[in-house]
């Protein structure tokens, strides 16, 4: 408790707090009440932090737009709710309804080795050294995420094919495109570069998903595997 009595939330059991169920369940598990309890912190000498949450919503009709119009002076009329936390359950509130006020991000769909290497080029063109990037894609072949896989020397880098695959797991892409520079300006690919592609194609087939292309670049110039034949899927239309 603390100096006023009021229960926290690390000391409820830990199947009651709302962080730790978030993290093992999944934010859309929680219920309204323990979205604003976890904005509060704590409640009070009589009620934790999700009864007093509960208290406030069911004074509203437990309609989070009544909750959104509550001023900071309102909210502080319950007991358990002072300045501060007022102040953050009505930024929260403010920061939803300019969310539904945003545009959605417009992602671009990729259909060519070019868009990849202007996607990566900022990335790697200027390195002294050699890096190992992915860009995980949905069906529609937009980008969903970009990722460092990893850092070698001047002429080779050494890449775990269990990172990539780790990667594409977590974000349940569809696609991967891979990427690595040569700073020497070479972008031919060596021995190594072609046992590596093919053998991230062969297991991500396992995964059901698609090894789209494999990009070597430079500052000026870039490889492409797909361009090249040299992959089975060649087809970015996914």
Known sequence: MDSAGRL???EWAVEDRPREKMLLKGIASLSDAELIAILISSG???ETAVQLSQRILNSISNNLNALGKLSV???MAFHGIGEAKAVTIAAAMELGRRRGDAEPLSRESIRSSNQVYRLFHPLLCDLPHEEFWIALTNRSAKVIEKVKISQGGVTDVSTDIR???KAAINT?????FLCHNHPSGNVQPSRQDDNFTFRVQEV???LNIQLLDHIILSDHAYYSYADEGKLSIHDFNV
């Open 8 to 10: 926290r939330i690390k």
């Open 44 to 46: 009070n000498s009589n």
């Open 73 to 75: 002076k309102e909210l």
């Open 163 to 165: 990172l990539i695959l």
């Open 172 to 176: 349940l892409c569809a696609g991967i």
């Open 204 to 206: 991500a087939q396992l």
